[in-house]
């Protein structure tokens, strides 16, 4: 594709998810490609990087384009990423309008307002604080709750690309071998820091394409995402419920911790999640693990109360963690949206807990950064339920420093993860 084409494809790709607003950009994506099979894999990732990098200065592009007298459509959007990208004029006016496959000639007032942006910064003094840091007006009290002075370090490190995370699975290998095996097809992934059982690559890398992902030597996994794993501190012969399991990554590294022995069921009310997983569990060669489809007044959870050692709780959450990799998300979520969460989120737990015996455990993790989403929801689930209690996970595959909390944050800036929260929950006996 021409410069100009690509460019014209870029246009409608933002417009495409303008349209979609509640469904997520990547999805929007794919959709878009899908419909478009002749855009090869270099045009489908010059067109992503723009949208992308579009997506992560949404606020700020928008309050320029205000600022210069135009609006925050689709097409001057791309104009005014393109020219904070230095982009010269002439260059630019002549891929928009350069051929049959263009977006079209920019008019007198589109090049006028495109042409007041030329030797602005990106970022100024004026813009309000929200704006610089790209998130809702009604999202940054609760985000300088949790972050306090490390806000700006924190949003900064959410607007870097995210780098690629794997879990090796050491029921097939053992980090040096699979580290090995990548090497041999130019995937050079280092440890990460820790997860015991992470590697890492920068930028975008065609894993899945690797004979080392096909023989399930590795998933593909954040590395923040495999240490909440670890907080359930899993042995072999345990029975375990993944309660919120999706398509299983995490179920995958609780099968492997446990040495594919015992017993693990993963729900999930989403049977095409569900579904998602059979494919994974097989090529990890996981044998251990049932699945069920939560749905309305199921007799499943009443039969089997009181009975798992360990329950863990991936509930769904606002995702504030997971910026770095979607960055839309941002301003998909509304504050009744939070709202719904937060309640939504204390049901989930509450039927949860039905499900721990006494002496068993529920771990309950989110991919939020938010104070009413992590702790919060812990101490009012804790106040409801007298019969648990925070206690350390003690997990020999978490770094020390981790062990011994009862709750965990993990953060882009500090640790170079996606955010995510867990807490453990220990049913007491009854003679505690």
Not at 184 to 203: I, N, Q
Not at 228 to 257: E, F, N, S
Not at 289 to 311: I, Y
Request: glycine share 8%; proline share 5%; with cysteine.
């Amino acid at each position: 594709m021409t410069p100009t084409a690509r460019l014209a494809a870029s246009i409608d790709l933002l417009a495409a998810m303008e349209a979609a607003p509640r469904k997520p950009a990547d999805a929007v994506a794919n959709s878009f490609f899908r419909e478009r099979r002749y855009i090869g894999g270099g045009d489908r990732r010059a067109i992503s990087g723009l949208v992308w990098d579009i997506m992560r200065n949404w606020r700020k592009l928008g309050w320029w384009l205000e600022q210069s007298g135009g609006t925050a459509s689709p097409r001057m959007l791309a104009g005014a990423q393109l020219v904070f990208d230095r982009t010269p004029m002439e260059k630019l006016a002549s891929i928009y309008g350069g051929g049959r496959f263009a977006a079209g000639a920019l008019s007198e007032s589109e090049q006028a307002v495109l042409n007041a942006l030329i030797g602005k910064e990106l970022e100024c003094a004026d813009m309000p604080r929200a704006v610089r840091l790209e998130v809702p007006d009604w999202l940054l009290p609760k985000l300088e709750e949790t972050f306090g002075a490390d806000l700006e370090a924190e949003i900064k490190a959410m607007a870097e690309p995210a780098s690629l995370d794997l879990r090796i699975n050491m029921l097939r290998t053992t980090r040096t071998e699979a580290m090995h095996a990548l090497a041999r097809e130019g995937l050079h992934a280092e440890e990460t820091k820790l997860s015991p059982w992470g590697l890492r690559l920068e930028g975008r890398q065609p894993v899945t394409a690797s004979k080392p992902f096909r023989d399930g030597l590795v998933e593909i996994q954040d590395e923040g995402s495999q240490l909440v794993a670890a907080m359930a501190g899993v042995d072999p012969g345990m029975r375990v419920l993944d309660y919120c399991a999706g398509a299983g990554g995490k179920t995958l590294a609780l099968a492997m911790m446990m040495e594919n022995k015992g017993h693990i069921v993963a729900c999930d009310v989403s049977v095409v999640r569900l579904e998602g997983a059979v494919k994974r569990l097989r090529r990890a060669g996981v044998h251990n693990v049932e699945r069920h489809l939560l749905t309305e007044g199921d007799k499943w959870a009443k039969r089997r109360a009181a009975s798992f050692d360990r329950v863990l709780v991936d509930a769904p959450c606002s995702g504030t963690g997971t910026w770095r990799r979607n960055p839309d998300a941002r301003f998909r979520t509304t504050q009744v949206d939070l709202e719904e969460l937060l309640v939504k989120q204390a049901a989930i737990m509450d039927r949860a807990a039905a499900l721990v015996k006494p002496g068993g455990r529920m771990i309950y993790a989110t991919c939020s950064l938010l104070k009413a989403e992590n702790a919060g929801q812990v101490e009012q689930f804790v106040a409801r339920n007298p019969e648990f209690r925070l206690v350390a996970s003690g997990s020999p595959a978490l770094p020390e420093r981790l062990r011994e909390m009862t709750m965990i944050s993990l953060t882009p800036a500090r640790d170079e993860t996606d955010g995510f929260f867990a807490a453990v929950l220990e049913r007491q006996l009854q003679n505690d």
